[in-house]
């Protein structure tokens, strides 16, 4: 079956304890995003991938690191987490990266809600 | 920066219609509109693309209103399985990110 699955659903952790979210797709996606969504602010792009070894800043970047070293991951990772980092994440995926792939539609896993303390 | 979505939230009776309306102040090269449940992953619905016609997904439909910079969406004769949180996302000028908007929380009740 075709999808994204994110790991952990649940996460609750402290403050300054690193933690990796994990994403994965079996689709050959070229894309990848992650996205933090709170409440009233909807949905915010914290990184995306066009490919293999290209990532970039979404709107909301500070405090997050990924990588792309496959095709089908995307970690997200957090060095040192911090309470305003409590969100619920989503991991998103579209077969093409570039312009002209943003009229594909994105296939959202299910999410990773954390609570940092 | 986000476009933004009118109501904020809205509450109607199975079988009325509701119209929900996503912004952007900048010119809109598509509209991507989601629906997601409670706790649950955001669901594509459609795509809507600059020049485009409107489109349609069961009793859900879209227009694009490329002089207005704004895109409407109706759910007809609503029925309880449409409540949920609706996203518009839009793409603009020649960037390749989909920025959403903030959503309109729809409930539909007997």
């Known amino acids: 079956e075709a999808q994204v699955t994110q790991n952990p659903r649940y996460l609750i952790t402290v403050t300054g304890k690193k933690l990796t979210v994990t994403c994965s797709q079996n689709m050959n996606h070229e894309y990848m995003s992650w996205y933090r969504q709170d409440p009233g602010l909807g949905l915010r792009q914290i990184y995306y991938?066009?490919?293999?070894?290209?990532?970039d800043k979404g709107d909301v970047p500070e405090g997050y690191k990924v990588s792309r070293k496959e095709k089908r991951n995307f970690p997200l990772i957090l060095e040192s987490p911090s309470p305003n980092q409590t969100s619920l994440y989503f991991c998103?995926?579209?077969?093409?990266?570039?312009?002209?792939?943003?009229?594909?539609?994105?296939?959202f896993g299910s999410g990773t809600q954390l609570s940092v303390l | 920066q986000q476009p933004v979505q009118s109501p904020q939230a809205v509450i109607l009776r199975e079988g009325e219609d509701a119209v929900i309306n996503c912004s952007s102040s900048?010119?809109?090269?598509?509209v991507h509109w989601y629906r997601q449940k409670h706790g649950e992953a955001p669901v594509f619905l459609m795509i809507?693309?600059?020049?485009?016609e409107q489109k349609g997904h069961e009793k859900i439909s879209a227009s694009f209103n490329e002089k207005k910079q704004q895109s409407s969406l109706y759910l007809t004769a609503s029925q309880l399985s449409y409540s949920g949180t609706y996203f518009c996302?839009?793409?603009?000028?020649?960037?390749?990110?989909?920025?959403f908007g903030t959503g309109t929380r729809l409930q539909v009740t007997l």
């Open positions: 996302g839009t793409v603009t000028g020649t960037a390749s990110k989909l920025t």
């Open positions: 991938s066009m490919n293999v070894e290209v990532t």
């Open positions: 809507l693309l600059k020049g485009g």
């Open positions: 998103a995926s579209r077969p093409r990266g570039g312009f002209l792939a943003t009229n594909e539609k994105l296939f």
């Open positions: 900048k010119a809109l090269y598509s």
